[in-house]
């Protein structure tokens, strides 16, 4: 099965390999130098081949959510959109980025095999509209301040636009009082209800909004115990932002997976996995 087609329905008792969604946060070239996030993007490739995991590589153009005006955003859309392009021509990995607006929907989705939703812009009609008509993929984030069920809403915008049957939704954990999340994982089951492969960010679920005061914090350490319970739970792929060195990454480092804990933690989610089927 191509590994786009892992964000299709499944079939009643149909059984799928876990797949992945991994990379850095926000693409840093030129900042960290013009082949940085492919570096990344290979070193993924090299892990994910060893664990026969298929995989989308993701990282952000534009993050337009940063908690400061004067946090690094990225290098826009033009930029970015050279750099996932080149990712995808040289590894033949599929890529995925984020989209915030309309007017950025088609040159993105000229580029990218998959248009992601940010959580913030779940309930935005004309941006879920609009992806999924251009996308070949889409994957849309849960909002924080929504429950499961109300993602059937999202999930019918974006099908009913007329464009690709392929869409998944994504668990990334729910706002607990301030500047903290929390994790429900009969969220997952709930979604899968609604007819759509469901992701499970194991990365921003351990974030703190805005908990630093100048940026979000997060409790990277929680990232393998979460990531385990949703397996567990059932969940069709993982969403896992990994950098070399989170300390110095330029967007949520403080909940970054450092990419040399990664295959470590795939052979837990692997076993945990087998012991489902």
């Excluded at 429900?184 to 007819?195: E, K």
């Excluded at 940026?215 to 350490?221: F, K, L, M, N, Q």
């Amino acid at each position: 099965m191509h590994t786009l087609d892992l964000l299709l329905a499944r079939r009643a008792g149909e059984r799928r390999p876990l797949f992945l969604i991994a990379g850095p946060c926000v693409i840093e070239d030129p900042s960290r130098g013009p082949d940085f996030t492919l570096g990344v993007a290979r070193r993924l490739r090299d892990i994910l081949d060893r664990r026969h995991i298929p995989w989308i590589f993701k990282s952000s153009f534009d993050k337009a959510n940063r908690t400061s005006r004067d946090s690094f955003r990225g290098p826009g859309l033009d930029g970015g959109l050279a750099v996932m392009e080149r990712i995808r021509r040289e590894l033949g990995v599929p890529v995925l980025s984020d989209v915030h607006e309309t007017a950025q929907v088609a040159a993105a989705a000229a580029v990218l095999d998959v248009l992601q939703i940010p959580a913030f812009l779940c309930r935005q009609t004309d941006l879920l509209v609009a992806a999924a008509r251009h996308a070949r993929a889409l994957n849309i984030k849960k909002g924080q301040f929504l429950a499961p069920r109300d993602m059937q809403h999202a999930l019918d915008k974006a099908r009913g636009a007329g464009g690709t049957e392929r869409v998944a939704l994504t668990e990334r954990g729910t706002t607990f009082g301030y500047g903290n999340l929390i994790v429900d994982m009969t969220a997952i089951p709930v979604l899968q209800s609604l007819g759509a492969p469901v992701v499970f960010d194991g990365t921003h679920s351990v974030q703190q909004p805005g908990g630093l005061g100048h940026a979000s914090g997060g409790r990277r350490e929680m990232i393998p115990t979460l990531v385990l319970a949703a397996v567990a739970a059932g969940c069709d792929g993982l969403f896992l932002e990994v950098h070399p060195d989170p300390d110095r990454a330029l967007s949520d480092g403080p909940n970054m997976l450092a990419i040399e804990q990664l295959e470590a933690l795939l052979g837990r989610v692997l076993a945990v996995r087998e012991a489902l089927e």
